[in-house]
């Protein structure tokens, strides 16, 4: 199978982003933080690639890769950040 996942995106440290994966019909997607299904919801400090691959039967497909970005500290002085989201 040929997987797509999203968003690649910015945040804030902390900011959840909810990722989801597709194209893996039929299989269990297993991403790289250990969680299982479709879609995860992650609460990066830094900026991480979290990757997920699928299985079905004994075959497993390449990694799918997005990267989250964190800039900021959403201390409320810093203009990518206020409330802890993104500007």
């Not at 269990?28 to 997920?52: D, E, F, M, N, R």
């Amino acid at each position: 199978p040929t997987l797509n996942v999203q968003p690649s995106t910015t945040v804030c440290p902390n900011q959840a982003v909810a990722l989801t994966a597709t194209g893996c019909a039929g299989g269990t997607l297993t991403w790289s933080t250990g969680a299982t299904g479709s879609a995860i919801t992650v609460q990066p400090s830094a900026t991480t690639t979290y990757k997920v691959n699928c299985k079905v039967g004994i075959c497993t497909s390449a990694d799918a890769s997005t990267t989250i970005t964190v800039s900021g500290s959403c201390n409320g002085s810093d203009p990518i950040c206020i409330s802890g989201t993104r500007n």
